[in-house]
């Protein structure tokens, strides 16, 4: 479930984008400042959290300024692009953008372990790796054809259904396999 809370504006965006791409940002704009403020009166923002709000904070400002902006066509490239290298920064770092999911998940113990550690860098590798190939897929798809929202469509959500599916089974076997 912190995944999906995680992703909750990314999630706005791909579902009304759609319909309005103003609409999209605007709501996930609004999306990740509930999500960043929430974090803030925790005392615990995430890197991701940060990393969505200024991208979506951005791009409702020009969508709203400018609704005709060709940046429209682009944006899901342009979000994609932007997850990965949030994924890519957080692994060179050493300080993968899963670890407060999966610290949600497993006893407080093994949060510095070593191999919890490289766990989550494999699971954000997966993630920066989906990213990725959603951020080409979608930026092909755009520069082919400007309104083929289906492959679009298709083209985000397979960019978080497929490292969502594969970061799942990847946790789950390094879970049995550490017996936790």
Not at 30 to 44: D, E, H, K, V
Not at 63 to 80: E, F, Q, Y
Not at 161 to 179: E, I, K, M, T
Request: charged letters at 10%; hydrophobic letters at 60%.
């Amino acid at each position: 479930m912190n995944y999906v809370r995680g992703f909750a504006p990314w999630l706005c965006y791909t579902a009304l984008s759609p319909v309005d791409w103003r609409l999209g940002t605007c709501a996930a704009a609004l999306a990740a400042l509930l999500l960043l403020a929430a974090q803030l009166r925790a005392r615990s923002v995430e890197l991701l959290a940060g990393a969505t709000c200024v991208f979506f904070v951005v791009m409702a400002v020009i969508a709203v300024s400018d609704p005709s902006s060709g940046l429209r066509h682009w944006i899901s490239a342009l979000a994609n692009a932007t997850l990965a290298a949030v994924a890519a920064a957080s692994l060179a770092v050493r300080r993968p953008f899963t670890l407060p999911f999966a610290r949600a998940q497993v006893p407080r113990e093994y949060w510095n372990a070593p191999r919890f550690i490289r766990v989550n860098m494999v699971l954000t590798a997966i993630w920066a790796t989906g990213f990725a190939a959603a951020a080409v897929a979608c930026a092909l798809i755009v520069g082919y054809e400007h309104g083929a929202a289906v492959p679009l469509i298709a083209a985000q959500v397979l960019g978080f259904v497929l490292p969502f599916a594969l970061s799942g089974r990847y946790a789950s076997r390094a879970q049995a396999a550490a017996g936790v």
